[in-house]
């Protein structure tokens, strides 16, 4: 069940179906990478709505995944164009994944950080990439990119979600 459900989840992301994606977690559930920080159900399902709205050549595939009852593990390559540079992303993620009642309940996504930062960003990623300046830089951005996304589909913004709030965000996926 664990190993369908991981699957299922990436399938959506491939075919750019946030909706479905967000259906895979729990009204409690919790998710982490290196951009967004930490959000909660409401702010990862918006995320995913939000990068897989805007991803006119993403492409993402499951490469390895297992799972038992309660965890779960996946390697996910996503292919796409980073749309603030224009500049092509080939994005290698490890996710770690805890299960709760047939549906995701935290969800870790693992990358190189400055890996992505060169790809995505060319030259300011390899100078500053290594920083922690320019990484809370992206953070922010992309936290006020998804409150913004998030105000537009609701009227009003989540708690936790404004710019410089120091859990975490990115408004493309990386």
């Not at 897989?52 to 490469?63: I, N, P, Q, R, W």
């Not at 990358?111 to 390899?126: C, I, N, S």
């Amino acid at each position: 069940m664990s190993a369908e459900l991981i699957e299922r989840f990436y399938a959506a992301f491939d075919r750019r179906d946030g909706d479905a994606m967000a259906a895979c977690y729990a009204p409690e559930a919790v998710f982490r990478d290196p951009v967004f920080g930490q959000l909660d159900a409401e702010q990862t399902g918006a995320m995913w709505r939000m990068l897989t709205a805007g991803a006119e050549d993403l492409s993402v595939e499951l490469a390895e995944h297992a799972a038992d009852g309660a965890t779960g593990s996946a390697r996910w390559i996503a292919r796409y164009t980073f749309t603030r540079t224009g500049r092509p992303v080939v994005n290698d993620v490890r996710a770690t994944f805890k299960f709760r009642d047939g549906l995701i309940v935290e969800h870790i996504d693992r990358f190189g950080w400055w890996k992505w930062a060169r790809q995505a960003l060319g030259p300011l990623g390899v100078w500053l990439g290594w920083t922690p300046q320019l990484r809370l830089r992206v953070h922010r951005q992309a936290r006020a990119g998804l409150s913004r996304w998030m105000q537009q589909r609701d009227g009003a913004a989540p708690a936790g979600a404004q710019d410089g709030d120091e859990r975490g965000g990115r408004d493309d996926r990386g």
